[in-house]
């Protein structure tokens, strides 16, 4: 037989209250799964990029971004949000520059891919609104692939 504990219920109320004031995110699980699918990459090699500002991610949630800056190791990844209606243009810059293989995913949309031009700049046009990730596949000679934090664009 279990003895019932005062702190028992008071931690009921206590978790009733979190779920009312502060639920989580509608999508949080999803979009979880989502930053952690990485099914279709065979290089099981994967590093995964940093904000290289955490003020950057101020308002990302459901807000137009404009440019956001990873890094990871010798790597910089800069892009460009431009909203085009229901899409979105994304520019971008790799550091080194090199002509290495770019993916956008988003979520519930598949990927784009193209590759970054000998200067590092990669363009994609017609990219879907919603929970995105960048690949990038570094070219031959350093064989790795990178990935950074989703974002909501």
């Known amino acids: 037989m279990r003895t019932h504990h005062p702190d028992d219920e008071l931690m009921t109320q206590v978790a009733r209250l979190v779920n009312e004031l502060d639920p989580m995110p509608p999508g949080l699980v999803e979009r979880a799964q989502f930053a952690l699918a990485l099914d279709d990459i065979d290089n099981v090699d994967i590093e995964v990029a940093r904000w290289a500002d955490n003020r950057t991610l ?19 990844v800069m892009v460009n949000v431009t909203r085009t209606g229901e899409r979105q243009r994304i520019d971008g810059w790799l550091v080194p520059a090199g002509a290495h293989g770019v993916e956008v995913r988003v979520a519930e949309h598949g990927s784009s891919t193209t590759t970054a031009d000998e200067g590092g700049r990669f363009v994609l046009t ?7 990730q960048l690949l990038v596949r ?13 974002v909501d664009l």
Do not use: K, Y
Request: no cysteine; proline share 8%.
């Open 58 to 76: 101020t308002g990302v949630r459901g807000g137009l971004p404009g440019t956001i800056t990873f890094f990871v190791g010798d790597l910089t």
């Open 126 to 132: 017609e990219v879907p609104r919603g929970t995105t």
């Open 138 to 150: 570094m070219n031959a000679e350093q064989s790795r692939t990178v990935v950074t934090p989703t």
